[in-house]
């Protein structure tokens, strides 16, 4: 009797184990033929998502379109999703220095989604070389390739070139404007005033106002809070009662002092 039961409690082992290989079998058979029929589908639209709230136009929409239509020979609307691979287009999407990241996948609709996350260029740097670039917040290098569209403050003069030590910090020359364009940037008065950053060959700073013909004698980057302070009581004061049709220096570069005087 108790090897009767133990021969009905081995049979019934073997019956639920055949049945859950047959279940995984046909599991696997409605993957493969859901996955089949998937690769079949034609694709629809090509939607790009690109934040382009922070107002800036470094890299459209059409840009990305653009990259993708020269990268590959067929279109990606109206094609087979077998013949597609999203892989590739994000590794052509990423190797632009204007885009920080890239994800496409393909939604229920058999819509090709393009995310892009764009680098926001900072400061623009213009080398004694002619050599141009970008540099974003935190100080990674944009090559300017053909038309530079972002409106950012540039930097001239003895500059550069872009170079990171042991630490990964970047040339002292360079750190320091990126420095001053924070500064800058986080005040909307010297935002809106401030179009250009000359770095002299001794190191100090004048900045070029976008409107006038006045220069602002900086010096070095440092007591920013006191210098910036003094420069917009003069602007914001004595300044408007002579108006922007002279050619002066302002030097805001010693404690407590703001010295205009006519440029040679």
Not at 99 to 122: C, F, G, M, S, T
Request: glycine residues 6%; proline residues 1%.
């Amino acid at each position: 009797m108790k090897n009767w039961f133990k021969s009905i409690h081995l049979q019934d082992r073997r019956v639920k184990a055949i049945v859950w290989v047959a279940m995984l079998t046909v599991l696997g058979l409605l993957f493969s033929m859901g996955a089949s029929y998937k690769n079949q589908q034609i694709t629809q639209q090509l939607i790009i998502d690109l934040d382009e709230s922070m107002g800036d136009d470094a890299i459209t929409k059409e840009d990305i379109v653009r990259m993708i239509q020269e990268s590959f020979s067929y279109d990606l609307t109206g094609s087979r999703l077998a013949d597609i691979d999203l892989a590739s287009i994000e590794a052509v999407i990423r190797q632009y220095d204007f885009v920080a990241n890239a994800e496409v996948y393909v939604d229920a609709e058999q819509n090709i989604h393009v995310d892009v996350e764009a680098r926001k260029p900072l400061v623009r740097v213009s080398e004694m070389s002619g050599k141009q670039y970008f540099l974003d917040d935190t100080g990674m290098q944009i090559m300017a390739d053909g038309d530079l569209k972002s409106r950012v403050i540039v930097m001239t003069g003895y500059v550069g070139p872009y170079e990171r030590n042991e630490e990964g910090q970047l040339e002292a020359r360079l750190q320091r404007g990126l420095e001053l364009v924070r500064v800058i940037n986080r005040d909307q008065f010297l935002k809106e005033m401030i179009e250009q950053i000359h770095v002299q060959q001794n190191g100090e700073i004048i900045l070029i106002p976008k409107f006038g013909d006045d220069w602002i004698l900086l010096g070095m980057v440092d007591n920013l809070d006191a210098k910036f302070s003094n420069l917009k009581d003069f602007y914001l004061g004595g300044l408007r009662y002579r108006g922007w049709q002279d050619n002066h220096e302002i030097d805001i570069r010693y404690e407590g002092q703001v010295i205009s005087r006519k440029r040679a």
